[in-house]
């Protein structure tokens, strides 16, 4: 009989374990697919942010060390991604190749400046380097005209903050989600053991003393969740490899599939430590009438 009564109790805590990981990997995916978002939108952002280019139209007398300075002196920019030099005849080189004509021979001149094409980093779009760059460059007599879309680095902010907003908002919602779903299934995890934790305080154990083995299993339970979220995102991604090829590149860039794969960790970790506290703590201070 007792060995029946061991074997049930062993095989209810298998259940409460299993059912508990289950939780933990379902809450961490959901939230792993959050981060994927979030790397793919900071990529995005940062290249379309990066082809915003300013165009400082030269003189024609412009002597070609004061233009080499020029340019030395915005790559030392800190907003500065490049630098490009274009001499009157490139210029008229690419206006033919998209014009699909000669319009140097029938004009009989080539009308177009050289000019300097800088780009520039994407963390600086939009912000008051820019606008000082172009007040500083249009005093420049060097420089004829500078040239840049505005709107165009106007639309890329707006919809950028609107992007940046919304998926804040969706990442906050996610988490607390997870967190939610990871307590409540850690607490009834524990309450089969809510006696078990009173009779331990009852022959003078403290708190620490039994709130170790919660933590050190919730502490499992979020490593075990970890690396089964991540094989399920692996497994999706790979799944879908062909329709999903984009996603899957911009995670190769940049070491952002590290990055995945800490966040989803650390994340498991944190909120299973956090919970499994919660909830232990919860039992601990429950008065012997509550238990039941």
Request: aromatic share 10%; with cysteine; proline share 2%.
């Amino acid at each position: 009989m007792a060995k029946s009564k061991s074997l049930f109790k062993t095989s209810a805590g298998s259940i409460s374990s299993f059912s508990s990981v289950v939780g933990i990997t379902l809450s961490l995916t959901i939230v792993g697919v959050l981060y994927v978002f979030i790397l793919v939108s900071q990529a995005v952002k940062s290249h379309f942010s990066e082809q915003i280019t300013i165009q400082l139209m030269l003189q024609d007398d412009a002597p070609e060390a004061q233009i080499l300075a020029l340019r030395k002196k915005l790559e030392a920019q800190p907003f500065t991604f490049q630098v490009n030099y274009i001499s009157k005849e490139e210029a008229a080189q690419i206006m033919q190749e998209e014009l699909g004509e000669d319009f140097v021979a029938f004009l009989g001149f080539n009308p177009l400046p050289a000019s300097l094409d800088v780009k520039v980093r994407a963390e600086f779009a939009g912000s008051q380097e820019i606008q000082d760059l172009e007040n500083q460059m249009n005093n420049d007599p060097l420089v004829r005209e500078v040239v840049f879309e505005k709107a165009l680095l106007q639309n890329v902010n707006e919809n950028i903050g609107k992007w940046g907003t919304g998926l804040f908002i969706l990442g906050c919602l996610f988490i607390i989600i997870a967190v939610v779903l990871i307590a409540n299934t850690i607490e009834l995890a524990i309450f089969s053991q809510r006696f078990l934790i009173k009779s331990m305080q009852l022959v003078g154990a403290t708190h620490w003393f039994i709130q170790k083995p919660f933590l050190k299993r919730g502490l499992w339970y979020g490593f075990l969740s970890s690396i089964l979220a991540l094989l399920i995102l692996v497994s999706v991604l790979y799944g879908f490899r062909t329709e999903l090829k984009d996603v899957i590149d911009i995670l190769r860039e940049e070491g952002r599939l590290l990055w995945l794969i800490l966040a989803v960790f650390t994340t498991g970790m944190i909120v299973a430590l956090g919970a499994t506290l919660y909830a232990v703590r919860r039992f601990v201070r429950l008065e012997t009438a509550q238990l039941y």
